[in-house]
């Protein structure tokens, strides 16, 4: 075990741990029944309980383990530019990735980079002290926003290097709120904070958090190593040839709302390709249904046929990254009501990226709106304008594009200057 400098425990704050473990425990247990009625909070219910099961078999006292620790999806994402240089780096390593949400755990529990996936057993001193006692980590990573008290408490307490990284601080967390005093003291427990920007330092600076550094997000890594892989999709081919391609990604129902009629009435030369977020049948039949040109569902792809449609619609996970290779120009869903999706995903392959109104927030969305690689639309009137100045204007289109790329090669790096740090620890 590594033996790191003594942190600030959160003496001050004894009666609220106290609290806070009762709630946690409280929110446990209103959490079963309403699990027989929500799908989402079953799988959040059972899975936990088969976390420790599978810890169990997973780990030995023998075991040199690193411990990630991701909200969802995106985060895993930024995370793993991080464990993929730990393996490289450690190979005697074990690697544990866990989750808090179903959205991310349900879609990576078997990845291949890690020893073990499990979602987060809750925060609780039982708990966490159980965890502990089967893991052992050597080294604690937690990404973004993920600050739970009583595991960083035990961290702490057994001297276990931990850092925070890509973290976003705004100024209305409740870590800068007079109220905020116990969260505070749990954020002062990290080792070390890698945050994105010099405003997050900023932030933390006057709550006395200085162990800080400014290293960008790793996700900017993770998406400049798309570049590196095989992109190569055969169907893709068969249905773009020399065409113009539309790509939009991740979308919902408000989304889809923007852009059928556009699509209906687009140029017979240009290409669309259209992949939901939600991939229930029903949702994906209903959205075919809209539209008025030749439309295919991937699922129902056979031969040589694909080229013969102008609509292809993606019922299945796991390619819309490879299809961004494809196109002239995208649209990232989110933005109308959800949360906006990855917008990096297709602005690394040097093209114009649209997205709806609501991306306050998104510090890679705010910036490349201000620099015009992505355009921000409110309603289908703003759309069809856009499209009709990218189709007539290929120098605006071509422009759009390169300020995309340019963003992502300048501010990538970030997983580079933690693993420097990670080094000193391991």
């Known amino acids: 075990m590594?033996?790191?400098k003594k942190r600030n425990l959160a003496p001050n704050f004894p009666l609220v741990y106290h609290l806070y473990d009762l709630i946690v425990r409280i929110s446990w247990v209103l959490l079963q029944p309403v699990a027989l009625f929500r799908p989402k909070i079953k799988l959040f219910v059972v899975g936990r309980r088969r976390s420790f099961a599978i810890l169990e078999k997973s780990f030995s006292r023998d075991d040199r383990t690193i411990w990630l620790h991701v909200a969802s999806l995106g985060e895993f994402e930024q995370g793993l530019p991080i464990i993929e240089k730990l393996k490289l780096e450690y190979p005697s390593h074990k690697i544990l990735i866990s989750f808090f949400s179903p959205s991310g755990y349900e879609v990576k529990k078997n990845t291949p980079v890690a020893d073990?996936?499990?979602y987060l057993p809750m925060d609780t001193k039982k708990n966490v002290a159980r965890f502990a006692d089967l893991v052992r980590p050597e080294l604690a990573i937690f990404v973004k926003y993920e600050i739970w008290p009583n595991y960083l408490k035990m961290l702490g307490e057994r001297q276990v290097p931990t850092l925070l990284v890509s973290a976003l601080f705004?100024?209305?967390q409740i870590y800068f709120r007079p109220y905020g005093g116990f969260m505070r003291e749990a954020l002062r427990t990290f080792s070390h904070i890698f945050v994105q920007n010099e405003g997050s330092r900023q932030l933390l600076e006057p709550i006395q958090i200085k162990n800080t550094t400014v290293c960008g997000d790793t996700r900017l890594d993770r998406v400049s190593e798309i570049l590196e892989r095989d992109n190569t999709l055969d169907f893709m081919e068969g249905f773009k040839k020399d065409r113009l391609c539309f790509v939009a990604g991740s979308t919902w129902q408000e989304d889809e709302a923007v852009l059928i009629d556009y699509v209906n009435s687009a140029p017979k030369d240009l290409k669309f390709v259209i992949a939901p977020h939600t991939i229930k049948?029903?949702?994906i039949l209903g959205l075919a249904g809209a539209f008025s040109k030749k439309t295919l569902l991937y699922s129902k792809m056979e031969g040589d046929?694909?080229?013969n449609y102008d609509i292809l619609?993606?019922?299945?996970?796991g390619?819309?990254?490879?299809?961004y290779s494809y196109a002239d120009i995208a649209y990232v869903g989110g933005a109308f009501a959800t949360g906006l999706h990855n917008t990096l995903e297709p602005a690394v392959f040097g093209i114009p990226v649209i997205i709806g109104p609501q991306y306050t927030g998104f510090k890679e969305a705010e910036e490349l709106v201000a620099q015009r690689g992505i355009f921000s639309i409110r309603d289908p009137w703003d759309f069809g304008e856009l499209m009709k100045k990218m189709l007539d204007n290929p120098e605006f289109r071509s422009k759009a594009g390169t300020i995309n790329a340019a963003y992502i090669s300048k501010n990538k790096g970030a997983s580079v200057q933690i693993m420097a740090h990670i080094r000193t620890l391991i």
């Open 170 to 172: 705004k100024k209305d």
């Open 305 to 307: 046929s694909v080229g």
């Open 116 to 118: 073990a996936v499990v």
């Open 313 to 317: 619609i993606i019922d299945h996970i």
């Open 281 to 283: 049948s029903d949702k």
């Open 319 to 323: 390619l819309l990254t490879r299809i």
């Open 2 to 4: 590594i033996s790191g």
